[in-house]
């Protein structure tokens, strides 16, 4: 603090005395419409002097969420699209498996050899201790391996070695370790899905049909005030 307050500081100053300068006197000044000089000047600024313009609206918006209420089906209708469409509801068939890949059809097929005598946990530690490059996958179904893959995997038992599968990728030996067999969804399982599908249909197929019939008022000429009241909406601005 007491470095700052014996701080030194160098200024140079310029001294004048303002009656040495002749101000107009402003009373004298023709600032006035009729000066030229001033609408002379006020026309070659003009875009200085230019006001944004400015517009008051009024819309309507129309948001789906305003009638969802209007259109949740009934339990009976849920139950009605369920029965009659069960085969949207069917789990398809998946399966856990290793998949070990290759650079070439010789190294994958030492390692089958090496591997024929054991267990997936043993294989899994051999793979490891001879650096094999490996990927574990889960609960994957038949539409989501590549589909020379997928012809091999689903074939195969729980447990069983798979032959040599060439893919442009690698070459692969895969093992599947666990099978879930395709199974039927509850309609207390599958009930959130149908809601939502059902709903969207009809909300979709609502907003569409008043969409074209506002579409037709305007054409016919109504104001925003009466398209609001013909059709229950509320005007904003």
């Known amino acids: 603090l007491d470095k700052h307050n014996n701080h ?3 200024v140079k100053l310029i001294q004048f005395n303002i009656d040495d300068f002749q101000l107009p006197n402003l009373n004298d000044l023709d600032i006035s419409i009729n000066n030229p000089t001033i609408g002379e000047f006020f ?12 517009r008051n ?23 009605n699209y369920y029965n009659n469409n069960k085969n949207l509801f069917l789990n398809s068939e998946t399966r856990d498996f290793i998949q070990f890949n290759f650079k070439n059809k010789e190294e994958a097929l030492k390692f089958r050899n090496d591997i024929s005598s054991l267990n997936n946990s043993e294989i899994i530690e051999f793979a490891n201790v001879n650096n094999i ?15 020379d893959l997928s012809k091999e995997i689903f074939n195969l038992k729980k447990d069983q070695i798979s032959n040599i599968v060439e893919t442009p990728l690698a070459k692969h030996i895969v093992i599947v370790n666990n099978i879930t067999n395709e199974n ?23 907003i569409l049909d008043l969409k074209n019939k506002i579409n037709q008022q305007i054409l016919d000429g109504l104001s925003l005030n009466e398209i609001s009241l013909n059709n229950s909406l509320i005007i904003k601005t």
């Open 133 to 147: 490059v490996f990927n574990e996958f889960s609960k994957v179904s038949k539409s989501e391996v590549l589909e």
């Open 43 to 54: 026309d070659q600024n003009l875009n200085s002097y230019m006001v944004p313009e400015k």
């Open 184 to 206: 039927q969804r509850t309609l207390d399982q599958s009930i959130e899905e149908i809601t939502n599908t059902l709903l969207k249909v009809e909300l979709d197929s609502f």
């Open 8 to 10: 030194i500081r160098n």
């Open 57 to 79: 609206i009024s819309y309507i918006v129309i948001d789906k969420n305003d009638y969802k209420n209007q259109f949740i089906p009934s339990n009976s209708q849920i139950e």
